[in-house]
């Protein structure tokens, strides 16, 4: 038997940060994942979870695991394959460092993730972005601070890890005319702002509590802001713009939606895939396609280079006098 507390804490806290140079959020993401696993593992085996060996988690187990998270956490497809994605990523670690695991990694990495629908993406119109950007209270340290984390957000695409992630020094100095970031997979990313930006950036830094932290982003306590906080103001913020354009109200807004609205309107100004890969920092130009299929505008143009089938008349063969009569509207006339 091989004693999970020996390899899953090298694998998070050592192969993960040192060989895998992965970000703190992804590290804090598979933490918690992992904990929901062990917490669950233990439970379905009646032991402690120190007591926990890698021979529990056998596929068996962790299917149940993954259906419990939709079925009874609520979390969503893409949630579930993110899990799967990470046990088979600590397997992938320990075949090379537990041998007698070689087997149970090998029916663990055959688990197949599990389709899911790929429904259109939310984003905003103009009109519904310029009201959400309007509506936080700039008479208030917090209304300045979320005004300038929105137009960041959407000016320069941003995932909300990246946005609650900036430091000062990603600030292009002393003009603030630019922000590097650091995006998924470690690949950074330098992106030009508007004047508009740069404007509500020096709002904010000129009232910025002082404080030890480097975060860009900070409470009134000068702590780091975090991602669900945002997503909270975000909510607020939504509910006041909606009394100003009713049509937010048909649409499901998250931090994430900014970055799928800037993404929209590079697509419709440039028409160009490439560009909003470059901006957005894809890995490929595959994760772009979402956009091309929500895009109302490309569908018409597509339909425009098209000739539209001719429509043959029909007629009422063997339909009786009174039918005929009834339908030109003569009957009893």
């Not at 910025?208 to 000068?222: I, K, T, Y």
């Not at 713009?241 to 309107?265: D, F, G």
Request: hydrophobic share 40%; proline share 5%; charged share 25%.
């Amino acid at each position: 038997m091989t004693a999970l507390a020996t390899h899953l804490p090298r694998f998070l806290y050592d192969h993960l940060p040192s060989i895998r140079n992965a970000s703190t959020h992804t590290i804090d993401n598979y933490t918690y994942g992992f904990t929901l696993l062990v917490n669950y593992a233990a439970k379905q085996a009646g032991v402690e979870p120190c007591e926990l060996e890698v021979e529990h988690l056998e596929p068996g187990l962790v299917v149940d695991f993954l259906n419990h998270l939709e079925e009874v956490r609520g979390n969503s497809v893409r949630t579930r394959n993110a899990r799967l994605a990470m046990i088979k990523s600590f397997f992938n670690y320990l075949q090379y460092r537990a041998p007698a695991c070689l087997a149970l990694a090998g029916q663990v990495k055959q688990i197949p993730e599990k389709r899911r629908d790929d429904p259109l993406i939310d984003y905003l119109d103009r009109d519904e972005l310029q009201a959400l950007l309007d509506a936080p209270n700039i008479k208030t340290r917090l209304g300045v601070r979320d005004r300038a984390m929105l137009h960041l957000c959407y000016v320069a695409g941003l995932r909300v890890s990246e946005l609650v992630g900036l430091r000062v020094a990603d600030l292009g100095q002393p003009s603030l005319d630019s922000v590097r970031v650091m995006g998924k997979g470690r690949r950074e990313r330098v992106r030009p702002l508007w004047c508009e930006t740069t404007s509500v950036l020096k709002d904010w830094l000129r009232i910025r509590p002082h404080s030890g932290d480097e975060n860009l982003f900070v409470s009134h306590r000068g702590r780091a802001i975090g991602r669900h906080a945002f997503a909270r103001r975000i909510a607020h913020y939504v509910q006041a713009a909606e009394k100003k354009v009713p049509s937010l109200r048909a649409k499901h807004i998250t931090p994430h939606c900014l970055r799928h609205t800037c993404a929209m309107h590079i697509y419709q100004e440039t028409k160009d895939r490439r560009a909003v890969s470059l901006w957005l920092g894809h890995s490929s130009m595959q994760s772009t396609e979402v956009y091309v299929r929500a895009d109302p505008l490309a569908s018409l143009d597509i339909l425009a280079l098209g000739v539209p089938p001719k429509i043959k008349k029909g007629s009422f063969r063997g339909a009786s006098d009174r039918l005929l009569a009834l339908l030109n509207g003569t009957e009893n006339s």
